[in-house]
């Protein structure tokens, strides 16, 4: 099992706002990092760090964090943007990483 | 630019040894500041982070795989490979590599390869 919860599916209008979730208590100490996975494609780092965004990934995509909890949030999503969505940090010791299960977007 | 490409065998015996190589282009692997990872996805799941080496030659595993694992350097290929051995059906998988920028506070897988596909069957 994951050290990191999210949700498995989430569902968003278009051109609303969708904040996707990744919870664990090792979210306390390190900040997680986000992905956007396409079928058949490899992931896509979308967000890093504090609120890192690399070169190329749309300023509607930002993160933050609270407590136990880090999210994604999208602004504004496009139809394009549907996809999956995976977090991932450390364990409680520290020593290895691991990964959310994921999060399926539906843009509506 | 980096860039990464998985190779490896498509199909592989249950108890045999799943050997893979990520080649790496566009950059030295011998740099400070980089883990050289491997992930995999199983059919229909999410992400599984396989284990890391950084260029010192330490390494780091998924506790669930440590006992069948190895991750190692090419220095001289500019590459690293990872060897599982004793597969079974439950090891099929895409098989990623990914450069892991270490951040002290973060993990960032900011460089992937396509994949592989490694299927356990005899």
């Known amino acids: 099992s994951s050290e990191l919860t999210q949700d498995p599916a989430v569902s968003v209008a278009l051109g609303q706002t969708v904040r996707i979730t990744c919870q664990g208590d090792?979210?306390?100490?390190?900040?997680a990092s986000w992905y956007q996975q396409k079928p058949g494609r490899a992931p896509v780092l979308v967000m890093y760090?504090?609120?890192n965004r690399p070169s190329g990934i749309p300023d509607r995509f930002s993160g933050s964090n609270s407590g136990n909890t880090a999210y994604l949030t999208i602004t504004g999503p496009q139809a394009e943007d549907e996809a999956d969505y995976h977090c991932?940090?450390?364990?409680?010791?520290?020593?290895?990483?691991?990964f959310g299960g994921g999060t399926k977007l539906t843009v509506l | 630019q980096v860039q990464l490409q998985e190779s490896g065998p498509g199909l592989v015996k249950p108890s045999q040894t799943l050997s893979l190589t990520c080649i790496v282009s566009?950059?030295?692997?011998?740099?400070?500041?980089?883990?050289w990872s491997w992930i995999r996805q199983l059919p229909g799941k999410g992400l599984e982070w396989i284990g890391y080496?950084?260029?010192?030659?330490?390494?780091a595993y998924n506790p669930s795989l440590k006992s069948r694992l190895t991750i190692s350097l090419d220095k001289s290929k500019n590459q690293f490979s990872l060897d599982l051995t004793s597969v079974t059906a439950a090891d099929t998988a895409v098989y990623f590599c990914?450069?892991?920028?270490?951040?002290?506070?973060?993990?960032?897988?900011?460089?992937w390869g396509q994949g592989t596909m490694a299927t356990v069957s005899s």
């Open positions: 991932n940090s450390r364990d409680s010791s520290g020593s290895h990483v691991v």
């Open positions: 090792s979210l306390r100490n390190n900040y």
């Open positions: 080496i950084y260029y010192s030659g330490k390494t």
């Open positions: 760090g504090k609120h």
């Open positions: 566009g950059g030295s692997i011998n740099t400070a500041g980089f883990y």
């Open positions: 990914a450069r892991d920028v270490v951040g002290g506070t973060y993990d960032a897988f900011d460089i």
